[in-house]
């Protein structure tokens, strides 16, 4: 059996979203959970006097870190589940005419194995 749920959420003022997958799956006395989410944060905003000026205040930008990725894996041998966790955490920009936003990101991709136990 396969379940898959879709959420979508924006907030009312649009400075936020989040997206997310999660898949169910059956296999045998496999249960699967696999998780994809994705969120976005408008962090800040700026109106600049022209396009032309995009190019100038670019290069006078203070850079960002560079994104961060993650990876975690746990697995429990007495129960035989596993969970892998891979984040990944960046910026990016948007230029709309004379406004540019610093979006903030983090995907998240989550798989979490359970085994069924027999029962007695």
Known sequence: MREILVRNLTSSDFLKRDCTVTE???????????VRRCTYHVESRITLPSTDDSIRWAQNLDPLPPRQVYVTKDFDPASGDERVVYKVLGHFYVVIGVEVFCVGYRHTLSMHVVAD???A
Not at 24 to 34: A, H, S, W
């Open 117 to 119: 136990t027999p029962s």
């Open 24 to 34: 169910r799956l059956n296999q045998g006395i496999l249960n699967t959970t696999v």
